[in-house]
């Protein structure tokens, strides 16, 4: 039986990320993230395979030698929730810099690394828009997951189910496969039950080739 999301806290916390893993990493341009003494690893908790089916399409569907043969999440070690209705230190200043150059030059919270292949292509050699588009979806739902459970840790809104309410996606230049490309994600604000992160799709240079900002929603407590 594999785990399920209201042990996603305590389960990334605690099992350990496959060696082969990291150190394939290590051989590729990554490795300045890897070993980036600010980040640590921890297990791509929807790559996981789950006895409800939960999780079927990261887990199983787009997880094979010929699609993304491998991931690796990182997260900051000093890994902090801003208080309700505080935004990121900088965030004006951000966002000045991403209408320049599109980048997220502030430090984000979580980088995806992923391994991309031809059996994700659209376009020839080219990433399908679409599997861009959940890539996206699901590393900043991550993200958000860590920061909602560590905010409700010991309590029953910890259980609640949290949605994306909307994903704006801008597909800034083409993802030419095989490749690998790290995915940055970081929360900006919170307010109540809603949740609003950024992030971008990024390759060896720096270029964003993806970037997204969205809404996630936590479902209300039943009473």
Same mark, same amino acid.
């Given at each position: 039986?594999?785990?399920?999301?209201?042990?996603?806290?305590e +389960?990334?916390?605690?099992?350990?990320?496959?060696r !082969?893993?990291? !150190? *394939?990493?290590?051989?590729?341009?990554?490795?300045?993230?890897?070993?980036?003494?600010? =980040?640590?690893?921890?297990?791509?908790?929807?790559?996981?395979?789950k006895? %409800?089916?939960? /999780?079927?399409?990261?887990?199983?569907?787009?997880? #094979?030698? &010929?699609?993304?043969?491998?991931?690796? $999440?990182?997260?900051?070690?000093?890994?902090?929730?801003?208080?309700?209705?505080?935004?990121?230190?900088?965030? *004006?200043? &951000? *966002?000045?810099?991403?209408?320049?150059?599109?980048? $997220?030059? !502030?430090?984000?919270d979580?980088?995806?690394?992923? /391994?991309?292949?031809? /059996?994700?292509?659209?376009?020839?050699? &080219? &990433?399908?828009?679409?599997?861009?588009c959940?890539? $996206? /979806? !699901?590393?900043? #739902?991550?993200?958000?997951?860590? *920061?909602?459970?560590?905010?409700? $840790?010991?309590?029953?809104?910890? %259980?609640? %189910?949290?949605?994306?309410? +909307?994903?704006?996606? %801008? =597909?800034?230049?083409?993802?030419?496969?095989?490749?690998?490309?790290?995915?940055?994600?970081?929360?900006?604000?919170?307010?109540?039950?809603?949740?609003?992160?950024?992030?971008?799709?990024?390759?060896?240079?720096?270029?964003?080739?993806?970037?997204?900002?969205?809404?996630?929603?936590?479902?209300?407590?039943?009473?």
């Amino acid at each position: 039986m594999g785990p399920d999301w209201v042990d996603f806290l305590e +389960y990334i916390n605690t099992t350990p990320v496959p060696r !082969e893993e990291i !150190e *394939h990493f290590r051989t590729t341009w990554a490795r300045k993230f890897v070993d980036d003494p600010a =980040y640590r690893p921890i297990v791509t908790f929807s790559r996981i395979p789950k006895s %409800n089916g939960v /999780d079927a399409f990261f887990a199983k569907t787009i997880r #094979s030698p &010929t699609t993304v043969p491998s991931a690796l $999440m990182l997260i900051r070690r000093d890994f902090v929730t801003p208080a309700e209705g505080q935004q990121k230190q900088q965030q *004006h200043k &951000t *966002h000045q810099r991403r209408n320049e150059d599109n980048s $997220m030059n !502030e430090a984000p919270d979580c980088i995806w690394l992923l /391994d991309l292949r031809s /059996d994700l292509n659209g376009f020839k050699d &080219t &990433t399908h828009g679409g599997v861009l588009c959940a890539l $996206m /979806d !699901e590393a900043l #739902s991550i993200c958000v997951e860590i *920061h909602r459970q560590q905010t409700t $840790m010991g309590s029953s809104a910890g %259980n609640l %189910n949290l949605y994306t309410a +909307y994903l704006t996606t %801008n =597909y800034r230049a083409p993802v030419l496969n095989p490749c690998t490309v790290a995915v940055k994600s970081r929360l900006e604000r919170r307010e109540g039950r809603k949740w609003f992160l950024t992030g971008s799709l990024e390759d060896e240079q720096g270029r964003v080739l993806t970037d997204a900002n969205g809404l996630w929603v936590v479902a209300k407590e039943r009473l």
